[in-house]
């Protein structure tokens, strides 16, 4: 018999990674409400909770896909054990360093887990175990390691954001893999391969450009990339009556990224940048983890030796119905504060959108664990 999926397996990485998500979303609460004139009892800097989030539990998310999750689709194989020690042990490194203020302990950390990757991505480069060959995904995710690695030690070289230069590593891996996955919910194989490459070059375009200060331009590229997102991707002609929900948020996904691109194309002061920002981290890349990861790890049991099937109540996801709409009203009411200036919508914002996200990985992980119970 071969090898099958094991979920005890991804807890390693998950672990700090989970951790960076507390403390960097408790953070990222007590910034917004900083701004309402409301205390609150965890206090971090702006530079603490980008290391947190991006380089922390964004990390360790796209390391668990890369490193189990994909790994096992393409090659029959989770990655060793070694390679899952040693990535999990940066992690706990970057961690240890952002919540000490050792920031070149982070930046270090965070430049060798890019390292590891890149360097068992080489397994996404080999015919897999069913004999496909590489598709434009796979090298879409290689390019996604050098485009992250390269703008960000740029950035610490040429003083541009290092905010944004590693906010281009979540962003486009996703993008990447979804560039995969997005065939799970509309059951065809994107068809244009090369509109999506187009779509991926706009967008580590747009990253380059906004690091170093080019912003109007950067919004363009963005809300470009995001229509060539769409016509790539098949969400606007093909439509599954039965992963309708799924559509929902995809679609949200893109209306979220198109509407970072264009906050940045008007030229937006600091708030409303932020609200790009956010769109991009939360509303892109949760709506698309939310539309995708719920189908996808269906597909995962039918490698075990028994399938998880979790009956929706009365025919409607219930739980992902209320983490949908607690991430999208609570990025509404960042957007709402921006524009307002109203107290009560900094400090609801921060809290739904964190319910929405944990309330998640609760569920996938429960599930994933029921698959190795």
Avoid: C
Avoid at 185 to 199: F, K, N
């Amino acid at each position: 018999m071969g090898e099958v999926f094991t979920p005890r397996r991804v807890i390693p990485v998950m672990a700090p990674g989970l951790i960076s998500l507390v403390l960097g979303g408790l953070g990222g609460i007590g910034i917004m409400w900083s701004w309402a004139g409301t205390s609150f009892p965890i206090k971090l800097e702006v530079t603490q909770h980008f290391y947190l989030m991006i380089a922390g539990f964004f990390a360790a998310l796209i390391g668990n896909e890369l490193l189990n999750v994909l790994s096992m689709e393409w090659s029959g194989r989770q990655a060793g054990g070694i390679t899952l020690a040693l990535y999990a042990a940066l992690l706990w490194a970057l961690l240890a360093g952002t919540v000490a203020g050792a920031a070149w302990l982070s930046s270090a950390a965070y430049l060798a887990m890019l390292l590891v990757l890149i360097t068992y991505s080489r397994t996404y480069l080999k015919p897999s175990k069913m004999g496909f060959r590489p598709s434009a995904y796979n090298y879409l995710i290689v390019a996604s390691l050098a485009a992250s690695i390269a703008l960000y030690i740029t950035a610490w070289i040429g003083g541009g954001d290092l905010g944004v230069a590693m906010l281009i590593f979540p962003v486009s891996m996703i993008y990447a893999v979804m560039a995969r996955d997005i065939a799970l919910v509309t059951g065809r194989r994107p068809a244009r391969e090369r509109l999506g490459v187009l779509a991926f070059l706009l967008l580590v375009a747009s990253f380059a450009m906004w690091t170093f200060g080019i912003v109007e331009a950067a919004g363009a590229l963005l809300a470009a990339s995001g229509t060539a997102s769409i016509l790539f991707s098949g969400v606007a002609q093909y439509a599954r009556t039965e992963k309708l929900f799924s559509y929902v948020k995809i679609w949200s996904a893109y209306l979220w990224l198109m509407a970072a691109g264009l906050i940045l194309f008007l030229g937006a002061p600091t708030l409303w940048r932020d609200v790009a920002t956010h769109a991009l981290a939360l509303g892109f890349i949760f709506n698309i983890v939310f539309g995708v990861d719920v189908i996808l790890i269906d597909m995962i049991a039918t490698q075990m030796q028994k399938r998880i099937v979790v009956k929706p109540r009365r025919g409607v996801p219930i739980l992902e119905v209320v983490t949908f709409l607690l991430l999208n009203v609570g990025m509404l009411a960042r957007a709402g504060y921006a524009y307002a200036y109203t107290p009560s919508l900094a400090v609801v914002s921060g809290p739904l959108v964190g319910i929405a996200i944990v309330a998640f990985l609760l569920y996938t992980q429960r599930r994933l664990m029921q698959l190795s119970a």
